[in-house]
């Protein structure tokens, strides 16, 4: 919370970066601590993939974007 309400008074994005994998029943779980994910408008879920000297970073959401840096 303190992270997130000093991002908010500088209007800066906050990045945490997880581990995670795909339960089929249980959505998005954090590894290895088995947390679930907390979904709200404001966060998201994303795979970052190194391909020889490209960075790929596309969006695991319901309308997936690819980004490619």
Do not use: C
Not at 48 to 67: A, C, H, P
């Amino acid at each position: 919370m303190l992270l997130a309400s000093l991002g908010k008074d500088v209007d800066s994005s906050i990045i945490i970066t997880a581990m995670a994998r795909k339960k089929e029943n249980e959505g998005w779980i954090l590894t290895p601590g088995g947390k679930q994910i907390i979904k709200s408008a404001k966060t998201g879920v994303y795979l970052l993939k190194k391909i020889e000297n490209n960075l790929i970073f596309r969006s695991i959401n319901e309308d997936s974007k690819v980004f490619k840096i």
